[in-house]
């Protein structure tokens, strides 16, 4: 369904607003740097190696980061939405991130805390999530929403009763902090090799989305009217969790566990479009950049230690839940 003229208002005020976020990302932090001199840098004009190191080799590579994985959540977190027909389906809804989680506490747990082997370890955790999930639906011959829903219920307890075990044999003061920390989220270790390295499997799975956003909106639909419109119910929705968990996965696996965009993005969407299509998905994308952004030049800023990324995405998310829920409530009276 095409934009009408005041969602192409809303979705172009959204990029400026994105634009603005990842400028003054760019600037804040222990190091801070101003418009011209980042300018100055970019056109490869005089200054300092060390301003110029700080932008290139840390701060660039980061706001990067944090951008892509509020557009990885806050797409993903609509697809769910969408798809699942629930308004509190989250990129965790069939236990990806869990898995991802524990992919990465058993890397921290058996080989010590390497961010490579943590990235990679996490990432395929993850995608072997969403793959039992798939085997799980298909063993029980009920490829519906329901039944994807349960099975990432299971394998969510499951990889959560996994990591409570590593948790119990960790060394108490360098391993159980390192699964901690990791679990809260930060993008204080991503470096541009980092990125360079996630970013073909993350426009990889934002490619598919795009490109399947006719058959998510039908997937949208009850399964009986999807049906009748020619949709192959099980392999469009693989495909499609596919393509998200590919986004999921390349997020977490670099950044941790991010809590509450991808639940929070995609209503903000809907409360400011009005509807639900693709331009709400791209809308939630943007909504979850711009909260990530900002969540990250507040977590390296406010205090001397930095503050994990999760709990200022949690403090921004918990009032919008209130909001929502009360909203309900004042519908149903």
Same mark, same amino acid.
């Given at each position: ?107 921290? !747990? ?6 490579? &082997?943590?990235? +990679?370890? @996490?990432? /395929?955790?993850?995608?072997? =999530?969403?793959? %039992? ?97 020619? !949709? ?6 693989? &495909?499609?969790? +596919?393509? @998200?968990? /590919?986004?999921?996965?390349? =997020?977490?696996? %670099? ?79």
């Amino acid at each position: 369904m095409p934009c009408d003229r005041a969602e192409k208002r809303a979705l172009i005020f959204a990029v400026a607003l994105v634009a603005v976020a990842f400028v003054v990302s760019c600037c804040v932090g222990k190091y801070p740097l101003s418009v011209p001199e980042i300018f100055t840098i970019i056109s490869g004009g005089q200054i300092s190696d060390i301003k110029r190191n700080v932008f290139l080799t840390l701060r660039f590579p980061r706001t990067v980061m944090a951008m892509l994985a509020g557009i990885g959540l806050g797409m993903t977190g609509s697809v769910y939405q969408t798809i699942f027909k629930n308004p509190l389906a989250s990129p965790d809804i069939i236990g990806v991130a869990n898995g991802a989680n524990l992919g990465a506490a058993v890397a921290i !747990v058996l080989f010590g805390y390497n961010t490579l &082997l943590t990235a +990679s370890l @996490s990432f /395929l955790s993850g995608l072997l =999530v969403m793959l %039992l999930v798939v085997s799980l639906v298909r063993k029980t011959n009920q490829a519906n929403t329901t039944t994807y829903i349960l099975a990432g219920i299971i394998l969510k307890a499951v990889s959560e009763a996994c990591i409570m075990i590593l948790k119990f044999f960790a060394d108490p003061e360098k391993e159980l902090a390192a699964i901690e920390f990791w679990s809260m989220g930060s993008f204080g270790n991503i470096t541009a090799s980092k990125l360079t390295a996630i970013l073909p499997f993350f426009l990889a799975g934002l490619a598919g989305i795009v490109l399947m956003r006719r058959h998510i909106a039908l997937l949208g639909l009850e399964d009986d009217e999807s049906r009748t419109l020619g !949709v192959r119910l099980k392999l469009i929705r693989s &495909l499609v969790l +596919s393509f @998200s968990t /590919l986004m999921v996965t390349s =997020v977490i696996c %670099l950044s941790g566990l991010v809590n509450f965009v991808g639940l929070i993005a995609p209503h903000i969407a809907r409360l400011l479009l009005k509807r639900v299509s693709f331009a709400s998905s791209v809308f939630a994308s943007l909504a979850g950049a711009f909260i990530l952004l900002v969540s990250d030049g507040f977590a390296r800023s406010v205090y001397s230690a930095e503050i994990p990324v999760s709990i200022l995405t949690t403090f921004i998310g918990v009032p919008f839940l209130i909001y929502f829920m009360r909203r309900g409530r004042a519908r149903r009276a």
